[in-house]
């Protein structure tokens, strides 16, 4: 019976601990990206609602102002009678 010799070389090892070093560097980067984009999105997110949250508070000052009315006009509706 035949017996195989396995032999690995060591420009073989190289490449393999290469590729290795080379995938795991590659997924700390992916992973240092992704809570980077993850955590602008929430910035982006949180700063949207403030915006909205402006927006109405805006509209609703601007809605009271037109409902009062102003003395100026009360002065001129009362000298014209």
């Known amino acids: 019976m035949l017996k195989r010799k396995f032999t690995l070389h060591l420009d073989a090892m190289v490449v393999i601990a290469l ?6 560097a590659f997924n700390l980067i992916q ?11 929430l910035d982006l997110q949180m700063q949207a609602l403030v ?3 402006n927006l109405e508070s805006q509209k609703a000052a601007l809605d009271k102002l037109g409902q009062k009315p102003s003395p100026a006009n009360n002065g001129a509706a009362a000298n014209s009678h």
């Open 19 to 24: 590729l290795f070093i080379a995938s795991v």
């Open 31 to 41: 992973l240092h990206q992704v809570r980077s984009l993850t955590q602008e999105n």
């Open 51 to 53: 915006d909205k949250f």
